[in-house]
């Protein structure tokens, strides 16, 4: 059985907008190691920005997760203690597990998270609002900048 997706939406704000072209800025986080990222850190992050951005842009941004949780993580419970599991346990004889998670696999310099707006005095605003989220992001990360020209 593979666990359900915990992660609601992938692509959040003003998709139409996005698509023609309308913003000009694009601020990334992005993972400077290879890490698993649990789609539970996934969420978190997403629910933060998502809270944080429209009370500053008024819904002109686009914010899109760039990773999608495929890895299924499993655990293979151990019992522990004086003679509580001897008869229960199998040891690595059949050590698949059973499903408990997911998670996505990413490279150093992948962009995790992208959010694309308009306007030079929101981009401090913004990097702040990236740099509260770090802390739920396993390993180290780094804040991309571009500007989008078209």
Do not use: W
Not at 11 to 23: Q, V
Not at 27 to 38: A, G, M, N, Y
Not at 91 to 109: C, D, I, L, N
């Amino acid at each position: 059985m593979i666990p359900p997706q915990k992660i609601v939406k992938f692509n959040m704000g003003d998709i139409k907008g996005f698509e023609g072209g309308k913003y000009k800025i694009k601020l990334t986080l992005i993972e400077d190691e290879h890490v698993q990222i649990r789609d539970l850190a996934l969420e978190a992050i997403r629910q933060s920005l998502n809270k944080d951005l429209p009370v500053i842009l008024q819904n002109n941004f686009f914010l899109r997760c760039n990773v999608y949780p495929h890895n299924v993580l499993r655990n293979n419970r151990i019992f522990s203690g004086g003679s509580k599991g001897e008869r229960i346990q199998t040891g690595m004889q059949k050590s698949f597990g059973t499903p408990e998670g997911r998670a996505a696999v990413v490279k150093p310099g992948q962009a995790v998270f992208s959010i694309y707006f308009n306007g030079e005095e929101n981009i401090s605003k913004i990097r702040d609002f990236i740099r509260k989220v770090r802390p739920k992001m396993p390993g180290h990360t780094s804040i991309g900048f571009q500007r989008i020209n078209q």
